[in-house]
């Protein structure tokens, strides 16, 4: 019932005891001499009030002195009537073509009208924010109504929203009607396309402005600004429109049919709590009653299955609470979402709404008040913790209020500074700060403790690294305030990042279950993030390795298990992009972190086990099983081999000899795959064949992205023909070219579980020109009359890979043979320059980074090996392939000065180094100048360097050494 008195004769007989302190005299003064010229009839009291209100707010103050007459016609009227009659000139004003301007004014008397009745204590705090989300109310329903009128040019006082097809809904406290003083306003718009299409289809409009998505950008966009552009005059209401589904890439307004699915496929709890609150409050009932229908069984779930409730459960227990333990710190503490503040008030009832609302009707309460009083009722919460909440939560309201009416500023925050302290206390009531920091820390307390309660017997999902929250839209603070702590540069980047995992727009959240485990997930993945040198860039890393994901189930699921893994995800993903996207197209990877045997032996007790890849491949149905198989578990060894280097568990040499010996098994699985194919098409034939490594493989000093550089040799007599098969019978020649192809193919086609190695047959006699499968007699022929120099060299590294042991025992004796020929050492350093000289013009090294073609790299040492061995293999005999092995021989044998030797030695040892994680962690192709920090630092400890920053000029130092060396021992370029 109304109050017959006026407020102005109502503030004259109120006990002053509430009313605010008074903080600043001028202020205070100021207005008092304003009152007196302006509204010189105001009672005493009223006046008192007014001036002790400004002495605390500067927004107040300002905002009281320049709406002097408009304040005291409003003080003339009862409460009630002098709100309704704002709340009413909101709604007519949807006519009025100044209806933005208007609107602005009626903010600012709701403004000063409620801050009267709160400060004077005429109106408690519901009432107060039931009277600003009434105004709310209003204001968005003529906004709409105002941009409607724009675009149509209808005229007429009927609303226009009513029939428009789209329906607005209030959220969060503007849908439960409980505003703040200062708060920005959530929305969420959804359409009817046909109902939109019907409202347009009279109108004097373009054909274009008619399509419906352009008609309601048009229509939101100029609503919008009628509520929040900022004028010399204010502003409405800020406003947020990021609740509806999927904001990153949705139109402001989404149609009922693409909600339904979203909310269906992919809403997650944290949106149903927040729809517990949404009330529809502007435009088309019809299209509201469709989403109404939506919203019940969306959040209000009869019978939750355990995602759901596990999803529940893991965000709860994300934000860290522990009873009696909360170290609250006044100065700054944010009351809404800071421990023990409003938001757990919240969440303490939302989770139970969530999980028992379904089957419970009467927990469908959109206050947080009503909401208590619910669970008590439903015999949830006790009636003495209900109390000791909504009292706890009446004060934080009451004192959110005065927080932001000092300056109309969208804060939850304590003041910093003991000045701004003392103020808030003054306006608040209190004689001083102390009396204030008491009142405020023990309801804290009283509210965090009831909040531990709740899942007191549950796991702490932060770890005990405190609050991990990332739900909504908007950053939590505490949150933010852990991920600084833990070492995160940029935690909003952070925050976001994480969000938008939940959102269901990669694959491996588009399920429940994917999602809920994620949730349970992700204070571990912070933690393991945050252990990397570079927080940062390891959860970006992370990110890009779960957007790969094809799925999240089961990696989820045993990352859970086995979270001690999680450090070494994001260790690798941090540091490599390749291994990242290994892991997620091939999930499996990440079990193999499991054997911890693997990654903990010495490099002296690692053996790949060949029959184990072998028995693999026996056991395949067919052809392309025997591929897929084979594919599958050499990609698991080399994972092993790439997370040893990188973890430095093993050394670049020792991961080189471990990819080649992996090479070597998948050559000879493929040669007997092929053999087999061959024969059951084409029949067996009178003859043998060999593979021979060349280059990096046959110098076993593979690295995780060699090529292959492989010559095929066979033996068969003149007139051998194959016995046929299933197609028709060939001569030697076609029958050992169609083998390789088919060899070929079995290393390097693309499956469904992707290559096994590119190959490269370029140093096969005759190269490109030549015959895939060259002849034993062909390839003695060339060596003996038409190789080249740069040929003869690249026999330096040939090794047999597999094949026929004869033909390989022959070809053995044919190289070292074709190794050991005299040779003019003069002719030879000729062609040797020549080469190189070619070489650096055609291929230059883009920088000292590239280790194997910049001028003093890794090249130049191989040529001068290469060139020592060709010019003394006929007195001194055959030389190892590898840099490494030949180097010492080299010296012993006088060949090289052994100081000589060891400079080569440790630059080629250091270029290897590079080379091996560069070529791991590095996409193909990309600068070496680029890449990471955690790279750099990573073969700065391979090289032996403190410091990362030393790498270029270490490597510029080796560079000059090895220029010198090869000038020395080869000549000049």
Same mark, same amino acid.
């Given at each position: 019932?109304?109050?017959?008195?006026?407020?102005?004769?109502?503030?004259?007989?109120?006990?002053?005891?509430?009313?605010?302190?008074?903080?600043?005299?001028?202020?205070?003064?100021?207005?008092?001499?304003?009152?007196?010229?302006?509204?010189?009839?105001?009672?005493?009291?009223?006046?008192?009030?007014?001036?002790?209100?400004?002495?605390?707010?500067?927004?107040?103050?300002?905002?009281?002195?320049?709406?002097?007459?408009?304040?005291?016609?409003?003080?003339?009227?009862?409460?009630?009537?002098?709100?309704?009659?704002?709340?009413?000139?909101?709604?007519?004003?949807?006519?009025?073509?100044?209806?933005?301007?208007?609107?602005?004014?009626?903010?600012?008397?709701?403004?000063?009208?409620?801050?009267?009745?709160?400060?004077?204590?005429?109106?408690?705090?519901?009432?107060?924010?039931?009277?600003?989300?009434?105004?709310?109310?209003?204001?968005?329903?003529?906004?709409?109504? $105002?941009?409607?009128?724009?675009?149509?040019?209808?005229?007429?006082?009927?609303?226009?929203?009513?029939?428009?097809?789209?329906?607005?809904?209030?959220?969060?406290?503007?849908?439960?009607?409980?505003?703040?003083?200062?708060?920005?306003?959530?929305?969420?718009?959804?359409?009817?396309?046909?109902?939109?299409?019907?409202?347009?289809?009279?109108?004097?409009?373009?054909?274009?402005?008619?399509?419906?998505?352009?008609?309601?950008?048009?229509?939101?966009?100029?609503?919008?600004?009628?509520?929040?552009?900022?004028?010399?005059?204010?502003?409405?209401?800020?406003?947020?429109?990021?609740? *509806?589904?999927?904001?990153?890439?949705?139109?402001?307004?989404?149609?009922?049919?693409?909600?339904?699915?979203?909310?269906?496929?992919?809403?997650? !709890?944290?949106?149903?709590?927040?729809?517990?609150?949404?009330?529809?409050?502007?435009?088309?009932?019809?299209? &509201?009653?469709?989403?109404?229908?939506?919203?019940?069984?969306?959040?209000?779930?009869?019978?939750?299955?355990?995602?759901?409730?596990?999803?529940? $459960?893991?965000?709860?227990?994300?934000?860290?609470?522990?009873?009696?333990?909360?170290?609250?710190?006044?100065?700054?503490?944010?009351?809404?979402?800071? %421990?023990?503040? =409003?938001?757990?008030?919240?969440?303490?009832?939302?989770?139970?709404?969530?999980?028992?609302?379904?089957?419970?009707?009467? /927990?469908?309460?959109?206050?947080?008040?009503?909401?208590?009083?619910?669970?008590?009722?439903?015999?949830?919460?006790?009636?003495?913790?209900?109390?000791?909440?909504?009292?706890?939560?009446?004060?934080?309201?009451?004192?959110?209020?005065?927080?932001?009416?000092?300056?109309?500023?969208?804060?939850?925050?304590?003041?910093?500074?003991?000045?701004?302290?003392?103020?808030?206390?003054?306006?608040?009531?209190?004689?001083?700060?102390?009396?204030?920091?008491?009142? +405020?820390?023990?309801?804290?307390?009283?509210? $965090?403790?009831?909040?531990?309660?709740?899942?007191?017997?549950?796991?702490?999902?932060?770890?005990?690294?405190?609050? /991990?929250?990332?739900?909504?839209?908007?950053?939590?603070?505490?949150?933010? %305030?852990?991920?600084?702590?833990?070492?995160?540069?940029?935690?909003?980047?952070?925050?976001?990042?994480?969000?938008?995992?939940?959102?269901?727009?990669?694959?491996?959240?588009?399920?429940?279950?994917?999602?809920?485990?994620?949730?349970?997930?992700?204070?571990?993945?912070?933690?393991?993030?945050?252990?990397?040198?570079? @927080?940062?860039?390891?959860?970006?890393?992370?990110?890009?390795?779960?957007?790969?994901? @094809?799925?999240?189930?089961?990696?989820?699921?045993?990352?859970?298990?086995?979270?001690?893994?999680?450090?070494? +995800?994001?260790?690798?993903?941090?540091?490599?992009?390749?291994?990242?996207?290994?892991?997620?197209?091939?999930?499996?990877?990440?079990?193999?972190?499991?054997?911890?045997?693997?990654?903990?032996?010495?490099?002296?007790?690692?053996?790949?086990?060949?029959?184990?890849?072998?028995?693999?491949?026996?056991?395949?149905?067919?052809?392309?099983?025997?591929?897929?198989?084979?594919?599958?578990?050499?990609?698991?060894?080399?994972?092993?081999?790439?997370?040893?280097?990188?973890?430095?568990? #093993?050394?670049?040499?020792?991961? &080189?000899?471990?990819?080649?010996?992996?090479?070597?098994?998948?050559?000879?699985?493929?040669?007997? =795959?092929?053999?087999?194919?061959?024969?059951?098409?084409?029949?067996?034939?009178?003859?043998?064949?060999?593979?021979?490594?060349?280059?990096?493989?046959?110098?076993?000093?593979?690295?995780?992205?060699?090529?292959?550089?492989?010559?095929?040799?066979?033996?068969?007599? @003149?007139?051998?023909?194959?016995?046929?098969?299933?197609?028709?019978?060939?001569?030697?020649?076609?029958?050992?070219?169609?083998?390789? *192809?088919?060899?070929?193919?079995?290393?390097?086609?693309?499956?469904?579980?992707?290559?096994?190695?590119?190959?490269?047959?370029? /140093?096969?006699?005759?190269?490109?020109?030549? @015959?895939?499968?060259? #002849?034993?007699?062909?390839?003695?022929?060339?060596?003996?009359?038409?190789?080249?120099?740069?040929?003869?060299?690249?026999?330096?590294?040939?090794?047999?890979?597999?094949?026929?042991?004869?033909?390989?025992?022959?070809?053995?004796?044919?190289?070292?043979?074709?190794?050991?020929?005299?040779?003019?050492?003069?002719?030879?350093?000729?062609?040797?320059?020549?080469?190189?000289? %070619?070489?650096?013009? !055609?291929?230059?090294?883009?920088?000292? /980074?590239?280790?194997?073609?910049? $001028?003093?790299?890794?090249?130049?040492?191989?040529?001068?090996?290469?060139?020592? #061995?060709?010019?003394?293999?006929?007195?001194?005999?055959?030389?190892?392939?590898?840099?490494?092995?030949?180097?010492? +021989?080299?010296?012993?044998?006088?060949?090289?000065?052994?100081?000589?030797?060891?400079?080569?030695?440790?630059?080629?040892?250091?270029?290897?180094?590079?080379?091996?994680?560069?070529?791991?962690?590095?996409?193909?192709?990309?600068?070496?100048?680029?890449?990471?920090?955690?790279?750099?630092?990573?073969?700065?400890?391979?090289?032996?360097?403190?410091?990362?920053?030393?790498?270029?000029?270490?490597?510029?130092?080796?560079?000059?050494?090895?220029?010198?060396?090869?000038?020395?021992?080869?000549?000049?370029?």
């Amino acid at each position: 019932m109304a109050d017959s008195q006026t407020i102005e004769q109502l503030i004259a007989g109120v006990d002053r005891a509430r009313w605010p302190r008074r903080h600043n005299a001028e202020r205070a003064d100021r207005l008092r001499g304003e009152l007196a010229k302006r509204a010189g009839d105001l009672d005493p009291a009223a006046a008192d009030l007014l001036c002790l209100i400004a002495s605390g707010s500067p927004f107040l103050d300002r905002t009281f002195r320049l709406n002097i007459e408009v304040l005291a016609d409003l003080l003339r009227l009862d409460p009630e009537h002098a709100i309704d009659r704002i709340v009413e000139r909101a709604q007519t004003a949807r006519t009025d073509p100044e209806a933005p301007a208007t609107l602005r004014a009626l903010k600012k008397q709701v403004a000063m009208i409620l801050s009267v009745l709160d400060l004077s204590g005429l109106r408690d705090d519901r009432a107060v924010m039931a009277g600003l989300s009434r105004f709310a109310d209003a204001a968005v329903r003529t906004a709409f109504d $105002h941009a409607l009128r724009d675009l149509t040019g209808a005229l007429g006082p009927d609303p226009l929203a009513e029939r428009a097809g789209f329906a607005v809904y209030a959220m969060g406290k503007h849908g439960a009607c409980e505003l703040n003083y200062s708060s920005d306003i959530d929305l969420v718009i959804f359409h009817e396309p046909n109902l939109v299409e019907a409202f347009v289809a009279p109108h004097d409009m373009t054909e274009k402005m008619k399509e419906t998505r352009r008609f309601l950008d048009r229509t939101i966009q100029r609503a919008m600004a009628t509520l929040q552009d900022q004028t010399a005059e204010g502003y409405v209401f800020r406003t947020d429109l990021r609740l *509806r589904p999927d904001p990153g890439s949705s139109s402001a307004s989404v149609s009922v049919s693409a909600a339904e699915h979203y909310y269906e496929t992919y809403g997650q !709890n944290w949106e149903r709590a927040a729809f517990i609150k949404a009330r529809f409050i502007a435009g088309d009932e019809r299209t &509201a009653n469709v989403m109404n229908d939506i919203f019940t069984p969306f959040i209000w779930r009869k019978y939750l299955d355990y995602s759901a409730i596990e999803d529940i $459960h893991s965000i709860k227990r994300q934000i860290h609470a522990v009873r009696g333990q909360a170290d609250f710190r006044f100065e700054g503490h944010d009351i809404k979402l800071g %421990r023990g503040g =409003i938001r757990e008030i919240e969440f303490f009832v939302q989770t139970q709404q969530l999980i028992l609302g379904g089957r419970i009707p009467s /927990l469908r309460e959109k206050t947080t008040l009503g909401g208590l009083q619910a669970l008590v009722g439903a015999g949830q919460v006790e009636e003495r913790t209900c109390e000791e909440l909504s009292a706890a939560y009446l004060y934080l309201r009451h004192l959110e209020h005065r927080i932001q009416m000092v300056n109309d500023e969208q804060t939850h925050e304590i003041p910093e500074r003991e000045e701004e302290i003392a103020r808030l206390a003054h306006l608040s009531g209190y004689d001083d700060s102390a009396a204030l920091k008491q009142d +405020v820390v023990e309801t804290l307390k009283i509210v $965090h403790n009831h909040y531990a309660d709740l899942f007191h017997e549950e796991e702490d999902l932060s770890a005990g690294i405190g609050s /991990l929250v990332f739900t909504g839209v908007d950053h939590d603070p505490e949150t933010l %305030r852990t991920l600084a702590e833990l070492g995160f540069q940029n935690p909003q980047a952070v925050s976001a990042t994480v969000r938008k995992w939940h959102q269901g727009n990669m694959r491996a959240t588009r399920t429940a279950r994917g999602r809920a485990l994620l949730t349970k997930l992700v204070p571990s993945i912070i933690r393991a993030c945050a252990n990397v040198d570079e @927080p940062d860039a390891a959860l970006a890393a992370f990110d890009g390795f779960l957007r790969n994901l @094809p799925g999240g189930v089961q990696v989820f699921s045993l990352m859970l298990n086995n979270l001690d893994i999680l450090d070494l +995800v994001a260790g690798l993903v941090s540091i490599s992009p390749r291994l990242a996207r290994e892991m997620a197209v091939h999930g499996r990877l990440v079990e193999v972190l499991l054997d911890e045997a693997f990654l903990q032996r010495s490099d002296a007790d690692i053996t790949i086990d060949d029959e184990e890849i072998l028995d693999a491949v026996e056991r395949a149905v067919d052809y392309e099983d025997a591929l897929n198989s084979l594919r599958r578990e050499d990609r698991e060894v080399w994972f092993q081999i790439s997370c040893r280097l990188l973890l430095e568990r #093993s050394a670049p040499r020792d991961a &080189a000899r471990s990819y080649a010996a992996l090479a070597d098994i998948g050559i000879g699985a493929c040669v007997d =795959i092929a053999m087999r194919e061959m024969v059951e098409a084409h029949g067996e034939i009178d003859g043998s064949i060999t593979v021979i490594g060349m280059g990096r493989l046959g110098a076993v000093a593979l690295t995780a992205t060699s090529d292959l550089d492989l010559i095929f040799i066979y033996d068969a007599p @003149p007139e051998a023909e194959s016995s046929g098969g299933t197609g028709k019978a060939l001569d030697a020649t076609n029958w050992y070219t169609r083998y390789v *192809r088919r060899l070929v193919t079995a290393l390097s086609a693309q499956t469904e579980e992707g290559e096994l190695y590119e190959i490269d047959m370029a /140093l096969r006699p005759s190269g490109g020109a030549g @015959p895939a499968a060259v #002849s034993r007699n062909a390839f003695e022929s060339y060596y003996q009359k038409d190789a080249w120099t740069w040929e003869e060299m690249a026999l330096v590294k040939a090794r047999i890979i597999a094949g026929n042991d004869n033909l390989a025992d022959w070809l053995d004796r044919h190289i070292e043979a074709i190794l050991t020929r005299r040779r003019d050492p003069a002719e030879m350093a000729k062609d040797v320059i020549d080469m190189r000289r %070619r070489l650096l013009e !055609n291929k230059p090294g883009r920088s000292v /980074l590239d280790v194997k073609l910049a $001028h003093g790299g890794l090249t130049d040492i191989d040529f001068i090996c290469q060139y020592l #061995s060709l010019v003394h293999a006929a007195e001194k005999g055959r030389f190892p392939a590898h840099i490494a092995d030949a180097l010492p +021989v080299m010296a012993d044998l006088g060949l090289i000065d052994r100081q000589d030797a060891a400079t080569l030695a440790e630059a080629a040892q250091g270029y290897e180094a590079v080379i091996q994680v560069t070529r791991i962690t590095l996409d193909r192709g990309a600068d070496p100048s680029t890449m990471p920090a955690a790279v750099r630092r990573l073969i700065a400890r391979k090289l032996g360097l403190d410091d990362p920053e030393a790498i270029e000029g270490w490597l510029e130092a080796k560079q000059a050494e090895v220029r010198a060396l090869f000038q020395r021992y080869v000549g000049a370029l």
